[in-house]
């Protein structure tokens, strides 16, 4: 019996599995350029806040585009279902932990208010800022045109999975070519992971792609589905796909690597991988104006029938501007996100972030030695 | 000294270990067709319960059958050593973890009653559904032709490691082609693992292939023999076999991967790498209506010189019904197991199981981010 | 500048990391043959006890071989140091964690007496069991005359590493050529676990070849001096050099894992790694009989100025012959190591260790499945 | 569409993953020669201290210089910001873990004072010790004529990346060949971790080089910025660097590692990777002399905005003359490091450094055998 060639499979790698190697050359990190651009916008920090109720609200979107970042507020979660979401949210902080799922789940079965939709994006224009809005691909048709009414400045289109093509016997699949005619603004479309599927996405003409699927700390569709690809891989890949695009169209698609950051490390890292931007969820859910009141959880996913998220306690450690200027008061690296940044982009001779996409990166396990050591004084006098 | 050639180990994969990548295309869940065929059967839902007395009773093979799966009761366990095995049962569940070993030991060498094998059988029948039985190899000459006379639908004959060659000076090994013509029904063997045991077995001309050897989480295989492959590779290694074995006979033999499930995320898995369906211990042993009242132990392993077995406590979650349809209130991935497996296959934009076959996977070990952001949070006020 | 070829390292493998994989044919375990031949000498079951204090003394030397294996009497431990050794293990047993370093230092620095030797060689003899005495390799030119006129049966020759060859200004090395004229009794040499030194210690003439370095339960070696390699590739690596020696001389020179053992799954993947014989440390030290009294420590290590070994609680489980022959009555694979090994030689279809040299072995990290699953549950009604 | 090129990550190695095989031949550990050599200076022993607060003052360099290693006062730390650094000490000793990153924030904001740097220098000296200080890039300038004046004998030029080129708007970049001539001592410049920027450093004319960012125990990097590389692989990327640049212009620099060591083994590995000498900080900082009273911080990092280090308990142990020559008291390898390092050479079969780098070694996880023995057996009677 001849030896059958084995299926093979590809190894694919998270935050905690590589490091950044430093370049021969160093940058004064004040002179770096860390801007993201997304069709007419420039974003002076490439820092976008999720689209979950947990981190953007009208309040922290205000914050975050005077500050140079970007947040997106969903517009299916509390803030369009109830007129008075911070009563909702205070409920969800309340609750104990063995009533969360079945809270969730209630709380998201409230119907959605077309005209609450409509205020929530027009106070955060009304303020002077820049606003992002968030609909599910299933919702798009209904709630796009709404948002452009209201004066949106960027439309996102998010699920866990999105891709180009979809088949479905019980409604028409989201045509994004179409979408693109129908609403003017730039239109940011995720998530995905994988090279083919972004390049397609990319190739529908829209704006910018979210990468990532599976990776958040509230999120279970790895334990549930089996599905999602660690970030430095998925980031990589899809990297690839934008770089391979970008040379057969001249239209730069830049994209956003949502999902899994705890602290500046993984920023750079992602960047380092070749995201354009990050986009983040418990991080911000940490601060101090945070909707979430100390807490974070999925926003896809108190499912009906198949929940996937899950509520974590994240505390609450600084402002929205400490934890992305500083100064840091800690030292794990969940402060002065951008000044991380910045220190990365000088220590591998980078002046922006196209050149940060160069560095050299390796497969260096997460450090456990300062653990260890302290299990080793910890048996002496 | 000329370097010598070192003597390589090929890698293999269990369920932690990859991830399923989302496809190019994604297809509404409620479209997929989830179908398992054994020879003249067809099974709406592609899961079987396993063979242990702390899962499948007459009961529950009745409710797997009419939930369109099927259940698998062992002719060799509790049911058919005692007359009121619910007893026995709830003495197992109630005994001290100190104790547990020589208990089950005791209680499986009581002899196995005959006419118990035809009424389980029967009762099963009378009911409306479908009936498999699992005898151990040793035993499977003595049981079968009195299974088919009570009117079962499946012949199952399993152990740890079962092979179509056998050698032994005490008793002729059982010959399957032989066995085939003695009684009428399908027959699914196991365990097996490798790619060329597998490919023997199907050319024996029996029905469908148990693969699994160590990965349950009531056996400890791999620590007392140093013996199993994870599950991914397994999988894949039997299916190239089943595939190899079409192509040459034009005869499909579905293979059902067994054991050492804990969610949706493992089903998912073990079918993109190539099960047709799966059989499922500790997942079921959580079922309200299960006979080991949340526990689950080891079938073939109170060894009594050598046992293998152990006896874990998995609790009470939901009903079997819940537990396959959902709707879940957890959102560990143990409930909705149909309803996760129909979303992955939308999300690869697989239409039927054979579809799912295809999707790409990558090595990626288990998440811990969760984790680690809880541990980070803690050490704050 | 060109790129450089960066410096490699090859992979190794221990225990944990290694799964056997079931052959295709099975073989009824009772037919199964492992004996283990050492030049004149048959044993029934290739299991020898290791020379540490802990393990084996007079009595479990005896026991050992009238059960088919050899137990090793180290010759520079308390059994010639002191004349009621009893004592001596009674108070390492009872000392504080805290005060074991020095106690053994002090111990193991009052001298040898040569008359012991004698004593202790003769007294099993006397029971009629084979004696396999165990020296350092800078004693044995004093020691190996005592030995043999003692009438022991096999000298053992054994430091943390032996080589052919040895470079010192205080003192000639050890020339094992020499030494076979010396004594005529087979002589067993070690440790070392790399090919070329395996190679070269048996063109000196030895007759078997300890393989480890580092693996033990109570040895500190690897953290210490950062040397070390895995069991699993060390075995590999030296059953090759067995397989070349013997094809270029026709000598058989038998190789014996040595250290790292922890249960019956261990002794099989060594087997299935190659080796002829397993030596026995913590394993052993867990019997009812054995002098450790439930402890057991390093014993080349007590080291007066670089102590590279520590205490361990091993706790009681059973006689000797229950520990190797069963019935078991614990599941975790610590007894009834014969009938394991035997068993896996059936699942692999060997018929004896030679044929067992040829299984198939995979790589798998230790499954985790169970503890998983255990955590999982805990977190539920 | 054709399969992309994925980009590939190569893998990098720390101290816990490789472990040195032994050699063919052993020599005596008291013939092995384990000096070092920078420019002018010859140590007996390859040991420096890191210039660490906690580690390194006055005294602890006196006393390294007479036991034949080199201890490194940094000029930027207390010892030249306070003129009775000992009552900072005790304070940042005793304060609780809560308010530890803002008091180091403060202690280090207090200026330097120029005065002192010759004082420190000048204790030194008449004591008869080899004087080595350290200061940053950006300060060299202004001390190291200062540095050179107070009579010190090797500058060392360090920040967590250092680099041959440098890129700053606000400072002209330090010119090392510049510096070479301004001051007449040799120069020790850190720290790098890649072949590239270690060669570059190299043709600059420096005297040695330190490699390592982000390994050490009281060090962050990895976590905050995302960039090291582990130490096994940095050392022997750079030793090839430091071979390349030998063959090509006849000078043979040393590259010194620094970071990450907590016992012996770590020391050997370091060496068989190619390290001249090693730079230790929290192993000594565990020393009766130590000026860290028991803790341990790192140095660079109390940076106002974005702190990297953190202080950990390191305890007490054993006198610095313990530490490296033993006796020890402790089998965690934690002591008598040259005793190891020597036993290592011996095993090894190498009679100096230069031989040792030349040894085996493989990757090979740490040992975990001996936690899980304890595991295993608390389960017991």
Redesign the interface.
């Known amino acids: 019996?001849a030896k059958?060639k084995?299926?093979e499979?590809?190894?694919?790698?998270?935050?905690?599995?590589?490091?950044?190697?430093?370049?021969?050359?160093?940058?004064?990190p004040?002179?770096t350029n860390i801007e993201l651009k997304i069709e007419g916008f420039t974003f002076t920090i490439p820092v976008l806040a999720s689209a979950m109720d947990g981190v953007t609200d009208v309040r922290t979107a205000i914050t975050l585009s005077k500050l140079g970042g970007l947040g997106v507020i969903h517009l299916e979660g509390v803030q369009t279902r109830y007129d008075n979401p911070d009563d909702v949210l205070a409920e969800i902080a309340r609750a104990p932990a063995s009533e969360i799922?079945?809270l969730l789940q209630k709380v998201y079965s409230a119907p959605i208010k077309e005209n609450l939709i409509g205020e929530r994006i027009q106070a955060i224009k009304k303020a002077g800022a820049v606003c992002a809005a968030s609909v599910t691909p299933a919702n798009t048709k209904r709630f796009a045109p709404l948002t452009a009414e209201a004066g949106a400045d960027i439309l996102v289109v998010a699920s866990?999975?999105?891709?180009?093509?979809?088949?479905?016997?019980?409604y028409e699949g989201l045509i994004f070519p179409k979408l693109r005619k129908l609403v003017s603004m730039p239109i940011i479309v995720g998530n995905?992971?994988?090279?083919?599927?972004c390049?397609?996405l990319m190739q529908t003409g829209i704006s910018a792609v979210l990468v990532g699927?599976?990776?958040?700390?509230?999120c279970?569709t790895?334990?549930?589905?089996?599905?999602?690809?660690?970030q430095i891989?998925a980031t990589?890949?899809c990297a690839?796909?934008r770089d391979?695009y970008f040379r057969e169209s001249g239209r730069y698609v830049p994209i956003i690597t949502d999902g899994?950051f705890?602290?500046?490390?993984?920023?750079?890292?992602a960047v380092?991988a070749g995201a354009d931007g990050v986009m983040l969820g418990?991080v911000l859910a940490q601060a101090k104006e945070a909707p979430g009141l100390g807490y974070h959880w999925?926003m896809a996913?108190p499912h009906?029938?198949?929940?996937?998220?899950?509520r974590?306690?994240?505390?609450?450690?600084g402002t929205i501007e400490q934890i992305l200027f500083?100064?840091?008061?800690?030292?794990?690296?969940?402060q002065?996100l951008v000044?991380?940044l910045r220190?990365?982009l000088g220590?591998?001779?980078a002046?922006d972030i196209a050149e940060m996409h160069k560095a050299?990166?390796?497969?260096?396990?997460?450090?456990?030695?300062?653990g260890?050591?302290?299990q080793?004084?910890q048996g002496?006098?």
Chains 1, 2, 3, 4 share one sequence.
């Open positions: 019996m059958p084995f299926r499979l590809r190894r694919s790698y998270g935050f905690d599995e590589v490091a950044i190697v430093p370049g021969n050359i160093t940058v004064n004040d002179q799922t079945p866990t999975v999105t891709t180009a093509r979809h088949t479905s016997k019980s995905c992971v994988s090279y083919s599927s390049l397609e699927v599976g990776p958040g700390a509230a279970t790895r334990q549930v589905l089996g599905v999602g690809v660690p891989t990589m890949d690839m796909a391979d899994g705890r602290n500046g490390g993984d920023i750079c890292k380092a418990s999925g996913n009906p029938a198949l929940p996937r998220g899950t974590i306690k994240v505390g609450t450690t500083g100064p840091a008061s800690v030292t794990d690296g969940s002065n000044g991380a220190t990365a220590i591998c001779g002046c050299e990166m390796v497969i260096a396990p997460a450090i456990t030695t300062e260890k050591f302290w080793m004084a002496r006098p």
